[in-house]
């Protein structure tokens, strides 16, 4: 029989009489067992675009003239990336669905889709491609690592993150690097700057020392921004700001007391206690201008005893702050004249 030709069929009962009453006459035709023709192209709809998903409509060809429709083959294109994608070959939508939420999508990414139908005989064309679609940008997904944290100038830090090859929206400006600080002896709110991303991946950061308190240990974290929000932070790092040179402090006390012939007491107090800084006592007699000698202290002390001193002499004595990057203020103390030997206070 020919595959289109219409054929009309009638059934009776036979005996060897002969016929029974002829059934109702059957136009029937043959099926015809071709693969489809191309199916319409896709719809995306709009209001469910995010930034990894979208949902994808399409119209169910009608199968009259072919076996019945099996699956919907998908395929996607990514923008200035001429190759079609195959989308989840594994789960086929069956050939009655006519919706279907595509997974997996890159953020603020432009895609394209388009449709094949299969049946028992093959697979059809594809159908023409929608026209490109751009996925929402999303908060950064990547998690920087802090490799380390310079703090050899005072007042400033700088910070180096180990290289990262990709960045979530790359192709978006608007990413760029947050940090969080804050010292950790308090429950203040975090001190935030926002910096763009150079090809050192390194960060700058100064003038910490006028809202940073230089004895503490201060904790630190970095991460990805954009305008959705804030990726993963970094691992905590901790760090000390170095201190500049106390210019600035200067001793605001100093009494010497003459204890005898060869010891002079010297008494001094300070406003501020900084635990990276030392005191610089220097004294010098009056005959010997040419012979200043000096001792160095701690931060926590505030006396001490020059002894070994020439008796019935004058003494210049002189007193500052200091710490490695440089020095304080110089407090001079009134001249004084250790006693006579044998005579003590």
């Not at 830090?157 to 600080?181: A, C, G, H, P, Q």
């Not at 804030?230 to 170095?242: E, V």
């Not at 605001?252 to 010297?266: A, C, G």
Request: with cysteine.
């Amino acid at each position: 029989l020919e595959k289109t030709t219409p054929y009309t069929f009638i059934l009776c009962a036979k005996t060897r009489i002969g016929c029974g009453e002829t059934s109702i006459n059957r136009l029937l035709t043959m099926e015809k067992r071709d693969r489809p023709a191309a199916p319409y192209p896709p719809t995306i709809i709009e209001s469910s675009i995010n930034s990894t998903s979208l949902i994808l409509t399409w119209r169910k060809d009608s199968d009259f003239n072919y076996a019945p429709i099996r699956y919907t083959l998908i395929e996607y294109e990514e923008e200035y990336i001429t190759l079609w994608k195959s989308y989840d070959l594994i789960n086929k939508p069956d050939g009655q669905i006519t919706k279907l939420l595509i997974r997996n999508l890159r953020p603020n990414t432009k895609y394209r889709f388009r449709l094949a139908s299969q049946n028992d005989m093959g697979i059809s064309d594809y159908s023409r491609a929608t026209n490109y679609v751009r996925t929402k940008e999303s908060v950064p997904l990547f998690q920087p690592t802090i490799d380390y944290i310079s703090t050899n100038q005072p007042c400033q830090i700088d910070i180096y993150l180990k290289d990262f090859d990709s960045i979530d929206n790359n192709n978006n400006n608007n990413t760029r690097l947050k940090v969080l600080m804050k010292s950790i002896s308090n429950e203040q709110i975090f001190q935030k700057s926002y910096h763009s991303i150079n090809e050192n991946y390194s960060i700058h950061l100064n003038n910490l020392c006028k809202d940073s308190n230089m004895n503490d240990t201060h904790v630190l974290y970095v991460c990805l921004s954009n305008t959705i929000g804030d990726g993963p932070l970094s691992f905590a790092y901790y760090f000390h700001i170095q201190s500049p040179a106390p210019t600035h402090i200067s001793i605001n006390l100093l009494n010497v007391s003459v204890l005898s012939s060869t010891e002079i007491l010297i008494q001094w107090n300070i406003n501020q206690i900084l635990p990276s800084t030392s005191y610089r006592i220097r004294w010098i007699a009056a005959n010997e201008t040419n012979k200043e000698k000096s001792l160095i202290t701690s931060y926590n002390e505030s006396n001490i005893i020059l002894d070994n001193l020439m008796p019935f002499t004058i003494y210049k004595i002189m007193i500052n702050i200091f710490n490695i990057n440089g020095d304080g203020p110089i407090r001079e103390a009134d001249l004084v004249q250790t006693h006579e030997d044998g005579m003590n206070i």
